[in-house]
C-alpha cells in the first residue's frame, strides 16, 4: 500500500491529512477576513461621503452578512449533491464577481449599488466559509478535526490586517483632519467632487483581492481534492432530504444552543470592529481616520496573538473553561470600553481582541460533533447561517448611538453578549464535566461487575 496516500474513512474522515489539499483550503481563510476587514473601512467612508446615520453606515454589515445568512443552506445542497471542491469554486467565482461590481458602483456614486456589491461578494463568502470550515475537520483524522479548524482559522486575522492595511493606504486619506471635518470645509461643488474621488479611491483594494483572487481559483481548477463524504448505509443510499434534516436539527437541544452563541458571537465581534475606528474618531476629535484604522490594526494583531495563545491554553485546559474565562475578561474590558472617558478605552476595545480568536471554530467544531454524521453539511450551513448575528447587532448598536448620542456608551451593546457567552460556556462547562464523571462511573461499574 502506498503510505503517501489519504484513505477516506466510512464517517468521512481521511486517515491522515493531505498538506497540498489542506493548505489551499487554509488559504481561503485570509481571503474572507481581507473582506471582512474592509467593510470596517467602507463604514467610516460611506457614513462621511453619503452623510449617513450610525444606523445607515452598520447596514454594510447587514448586507455583508445577510448575504451569508441567504446563501448558506443552498450551499450546503449543492455540497451534499456534488462536492466540496465545487462549492469552493462557485464562491471564488461569486467573490469575483462582486468585486466587479464595485467599478459601475464607483461610477454610480450611490450607497444602494455598493451594499449590492457587498452582498454580491457576501454570496461567495457564503460558500467558501460552508465549504471550508467542514472540510477542514474533516481532511485528517476525526479526533484531530477541532485542532485543524484552529490551526485554519489562524490565518483569518492575517487576512483581516491585510484587508485594513490596504483600506488604511488606499481608500482613507492622509489629511490632517478626518474625511467628515474637510467636506464641512467645502463649498458644495468642491465637496462632490472630492466624495466621487473617495469613492473612487474603494476600488484599488479590490483590484489588488481580484487578482489573488484569480490565481487561488486556477489552482482549485487544477488540485484534485478528496470527496471526504461519509458513506450512507447500504438500505439507505439515496440522499437524506432537508425536511428530515431540519426536523433532526430542531431536536438537537445542543445543536441550537450552539447555534445562538454562534449568532451572539458573530454579532459582538462584528459590531466592536465595526465601530473601533468610529470610537478613536469620538473620543479623540485630532485624529484622522488613517491614524484612527491604526487601532484596527493592533486590533487584529491582537486576534491572531488571541489565537495562538488560545490554543495553547486549549492544549493544557478543556476549551469550554477558556472560553469561559475569556468571556468573563472581555465582559470587564467592553465594560471599561463603554464607561471610561478617554484613549484608555480605545485600547480597551482593542485588547478584548485578544478574546475573540477562540470563539468561532470551537463553538462551529464543539457543535459540528453534536450532530449525526449524514446531516453534517446542512448543520455547517446553519452555523455558517449564524453568523447573521453580524448583521443585527451592529445595526442595533448604531440605533443605541443615535438615541443616547453616546457612541462611547453604546458598547454597552458588546458587552452583553460576552455576558452570554459568558453564560453559555459555563453551562456547557458543567455539562461536560458532568458526563465525564457518569462516563468514569460506568467504567468503574464495569470493572467491577
Not at 464577481?97 to 450607497?111: D, E, K, L, R, V
Not at 461578494?121 to 483524522?141: C, D, K, R, W
Not at 490565518?155 to 490586517?161: D, L, Q, R, V, W
Amino acid at each position: 500500500m502506498d503510505k503517501t496516500k489519504f484513505i477516506q474513512q466510512p464517517d468521512g474522515y481521511l486517515n491522515r491529512v493531505p498538506v497540498l489539499q489542506f493548505v489551499l483550503v487554509t488559504l481561503l481563510f485570509p481571503l474572507w477576513g481581507a473582506a471582512a476587514s474592509l467593510n470596517d473601512i467602507l463604514i467610516t467612508q460611506f457614513k462621511a461621503v453619503f452623510e449617513l446615520s450610525n444606523v445607515a453606515s452598520a447596514f454594510v454589515q447587514s448586507a455583508f452578512y445577510g448575504g451569508y445568512f441567504l446563501i448558506a443552506i443552498p450551499a450546503a445542497t449543492i455540497i451534499k449533491k456534488t462536492s466540496y471542491k465545487l462549492a469552493i469554486i462557485i464562491g471564488l467565482l461569486c467573490y469575483i464577481m462582486g468585486c466587479f461590481i464595485f467599478f459601475p458602483a464607483s461610477h454610480m456614486a450611490t450607497y444602494g449599488m455598493f451594499l449590492v456589491a457587498i452582498f454580491g461578494i457576501a454570496i461567495g463568502l457564503s460558500f467558501l466559509e460552508t465549504s471550508a470550515n467542514t472540510y477542514t475537520t474533516l481532511l485528517g483524522p476525526r479526533e484531530s478535526a477541532t485542532k485543524r479548524i484552529n490551526l485554519a482559522q489562524l490565518f483569518n486575522p492575517i487576512g483581516n490586517i491585510v484587508g485594513i492595511l490596504l483600506g488604511k493606504y488606499f481608500v482613507f486619506t492622509d489629511g490632517e483632519s478626518s474625511l467628515q471635518e474637510q467636506l464641512a470645509g467645502m463649498s458644495p461643488a468642491e465637496a462632490k467632487q472630492f466624495s466621487l474621488e473617495m469613492l473612487q479611491r474603494t476600488l484599488v483594494p479590490y483590484k489588488i483581492i481580484l487578482m489573488i483572487l484569480l490565481a487561488v481559483l486556477i489552482l482549485f481548477l487544477i488540485v484534485k481534492f478528496p470527496k471526504a463524504k461519509p458513506e450512507l448505509p447500504k438500505k439507505t443510499k439515496k440522499q437524506v432530504d432537508l425536511g428530515e434534516t431540519l426536523k433532526y436539527l430542531s431536536k438537537n437541544v445542543p445543536f441550537k444552543k450552539g447555534i445562538l452563541a454562534q449568532f451572539i458571537y458573530m454579532g459582538l465581534q462584528t459590531t466592536v470592529w465595526s465601530f473601533t475606528i468610529r470610537l478613536a474618531l469620538d473620543v479623540n476629535p485630532h485624529v484622522n481616520e488613517r491614524f484612527a484604522s491604526n487601532f484596527m490594526i493592533y486590533s487584529f494583531i491582537a486576534f491572531f496573538i488571541g489565537r495562538l495563545l488560545a490554543n495553547i491554553l486549549m492544549a493544557r485546559f478543556k476549551p469550554i473553561f477558556v472560553l469561559a474565562l475569556y468571556s468573563v475578561i472581555g465582559f470587564i474590558l467592553l465594560a471599561y470600553t463603554a464607561l471610561v472617558p478617554n484613549m484608555s478605552a480605545v485600547y480597551g476595545a482593542v485588547f478584548v481582541s485578544v478574546l475573540f480568536g477562540p470563539c468561532w471554530p470551537t463553538i462551529y467544531g464543539r457543535t459540528v460533533e453534536m450532530v449525526e454524521n449524514k446531516y453534517r453539511e446542512t448543520a455547517g450551513a446553519f452555523l455558517v447561517m449564524a453568523i447573521i448575528g453580524g448583521a443585527v447587532i451592529p445595526p442595533i448598536q448604531g440605533l443605541f448611538t443615535d438615541l443616547f448620542g453616546s457612541l462611547q456608551l453604546s458598547f454597552v451593546v458588546p458587552m452583553c453578549c460576552f455576558l452570554y457567552l459568558a453564560y453559555y460556556f459555563y453551562k456547557e462547562n458543567r455539562a461536560s464535566s458532568n458526563k465525564n464523571v457518569e462516563e468514569d462511573s460506568t467504567i468503574k461499574q464495569s470493572i467491577v461487575q
